[in-house]
């Protein structure tokens, strides 16, 4: 293929953890295996779920029962399976106690390490406070912290003892978190004293004990001492996390709950209404995580995993179950990836020998900004998997990652699905040769397609991207609020899944996600994603990000407005700006040329990395709702918009 960056070689081939899982079920190729999973879909997961060898305190009695209907699928009935005792229990009894599982580095340079043994003990022992504290079984546990050992800690602690994790991202403001809080009716919240941001001081302390002013259902509080600042103790309600922990026994047997017994709420927001929480069990986030991590990222044990992320987001539970469910280690970074220098991301890398490294595509394209030296300055070779998420790649970055990061040896596994999925809905595997920016298909196991407006299968244009039947990780719905799940996913067409992405198929065979649905852009008739526009722009040399925004015209219906951050160095101009324009039209055509291109020093992003186009959209527009803000991590860059209009 003329197009391939990256090529697998017999052994990538050979060794995979999906040729084996192929040669179990009979399978020559990945063709045959989308088939074989399409055609029974209960019997494709169980040979599966077989094949993880997975530790069940009682075997399942039926892996499927659609007794309730597709969008309320029941997975595993009749089994007990427990994720905390999955991650660590099974790996211990293995004999492998000692092996690493758990690596730590903060922005001030700390290291923490643990074994599976001692990351055990150290669960057990919060289970065992959080059961002195009258946390029992269905209770509601709030997380709010950066990404520490006792973060993790803390997400497999709740599910050890039958509660559930409600994990909120470490930069919510005091609002958003009372929100979280509040609807889950969470009865102990975990949290820090602060936490270091680019050296300075951030008080989470603060904003948790405002939020908590509107969350009366919290009686209690621990405390976990991250930077050692004096912080306000409210006098019965806060405990000193240190004391609670060593009071409590060095094991606590897990419980033994039910395979849809719920574990993980996790929250979403969109650009109107309140946040969705998703409830996940057992069997169902952390068996689909794996199933991911194994199948897509060849995830194997004694390989360490580093995610940049929060436990916030999808992707820190992601991290945390789905590699240490098959027995690999977890690297945690608490920093942002150029602090205090720009190579920071790629030392840590360098350092603890990290095989699978995860990013969004957007923190990319800030790294590379800074230039090809500082990757160039670190022996990245320990790499053996490249891995992204949470939005659609552009062409250079992608390329850029894949050389300077991977020395193009190492394939990057482009990834995209969501918190109600719990995981991917496409994916690609290093067992076939990958082009920029594509997925090689479905993840396995997920029954995808792209349809138009009718619902029928389309190839080779834009279309919405759907799932047909049902799968592990899929949402048991929303938190106490079952018809707006049902709105959500399952109204438009009978019994399929609408995911609000747009995506294709080309004659290759491979799929492209295009951008959320709500993003999409018809200009006179003509629907395209905002992907296509920034991919166009970026690929000059000069740009360093874009964000392309829809906006009224009376003419065309909608325009396009290109909203341009340049690399340092390069001055603004009206030459520029005819030149971004042409880098639209030539592959756009001129039909699609963009109303205006215009800079501006930064655009809103989240804390890792991914942009949030709809608050740039908003902000341009001069919209008195610019939705959840709650996420943005640079407040700065709406008035860096204003300034641009």
Known sequence: MA????????????????????????????????????????????????????????????????????????????GRYNASFNCLDRWVHAGRGAESALVWEGEDGAVRTFTFDELLEAVCRLAGALRALGVERGDRVGIFM????????????????????????????????????ADAQAKVLLTVDGVWRRAKPVDMKAVADAALADVPSVKHVLVFARTGAQVNRAAGRDIDWNEAVSAAPEFVEAEQTASDEPYLLLYTSGSTGKPKGAVHGHAGFPIKVQIDQYLCFDVKPGERMLWFTDMGWMMGPFLVLGALGLGASIMLYEGTPDYPKPDRLWDVVARHRVTHLGIAPTAIRSLMAHGDEWPAKHDLSSLRILASSGEAWNPEPYRWFSKMIGGDRAPIINYSGGTEISGGILGCYPVRDLV?????????????????????????????????QPWP?????????????????????????????????????????????????NVAGKRVGPAEYESAIVAHGGVREVAAVSVPDELKGESVVCLVVLRDGIAESEALRTELTGKVTANLGKALAPKAVKFVDDLPHTRNGKM??????????????????????????????????
């Open 3 to 78: 197009d391939a960056v990256w090529r697998p070689t017999p052994r990538y081939v050979n060794d995979a953890n999906l040729t084996r899982f192929m040669r179990r079920v009979g399978c020559g190729t990945l063709e045959e295996l989308w088939t074989y999973a399409r055609e029974d879909i209960a019997r494709f997961y169980h040979e599966l779920v077989a094949q993880l060898d997975l530790a069940w305190f009682a075997p399942y009695a039926q892996t499927l029962d659609l007794s309730r209907g597709l969008p309320f699928a029941r997975w595993f009935a009749g």
């Open 146 to 181: 950066p990404l520490l050992p006792e973060t993790a800690i803390a997400l497999l602690a709740i599910g050890r003892i039958g509660a559930i994790a409600v994990p909120a991202f470490s930069g919510y403001g005091a609002p958003a978190l009372a929100a979280r809080l």
């Open 436 to 468: 920029p920016c594509a997925f090689h298909g479905p993840v396995f196991g997920m029954d995808a397609d792209v349809v138009d407006a009718s619902g029928n299968s389309v190839r080779g244009e834009v279309g919405e991207l759907v799932v047909r």
């Open 473 to 521: 990780g899929m949402t048991q719905g929303f938190w106490h609020d079952d018809e707006r799940y049902l709105k959500t996913y399952w109204s438009r067409f009978p019994d399929v899944w609408v995911h609000g992405d747009w995506a294709s198929v080309d004659a290759a065979g491979f799929w492209f996600i295009h951008g959320r649905s709500d993003d999409t852009i």
């Open 612 to 645: 949030m186009r709809r608050v740039a959209r908003a902000r341009y527009l001069r919209s008195d709702s610019l939705g959840d803000l709650s996420a943005l991590e640079n407040p700065a860059s709406l008035d860096a918009i204003d300034r641009a209009r």
